[in-house]
């Protein structure tokens, strides 16, 4: 999967867009459905999955990087429409995570922090039990 026939051009029309739009969103969904995500059986399909996610992200990069570089000079359109494209690659790079995660064995963590103020003293235990049953890491400030 190379990226370098994915190159980006800029037109102006009044206001600059990504010379034709279309084309770019139909090649980007070639690319992306040519390149699926697949389930990984062995080290060696891994390493596969590793090198697309990584081509992914270095096109998402670059169209980040286009985006900032001229983010005054763009107008709204050229603004959604990238948004549109990384939007899409970003979407196959994840789908490659979540298959490495599963053939490591991993899982995508999601943290939540919460703090709580109470003056109840038996909540203390109640909520030391609910973190012990619930893997959640608990730390007291008293004061």
Known sequence: MENQNFKIKVKSTG???IKDFEEKKKETLEL?????AFIINNDSDKKLAVAKRRAFNKIVEE???LKKDHLEEFAGQFQQEMKELISILENASKDFTKQIYAYEGKEEKTVFKATLTYEDETLTAKIE??????NCKLTKKEG
């Open 63 to 65: 169209l980040k990087g």
């Open 32 to 36: 992306v459905s040519a390149n699926k």
């Open 129 to 134: 039990q609910f973190a012990l049953e619930n």
């Open 15 to 17: 206001s600059l867009s």
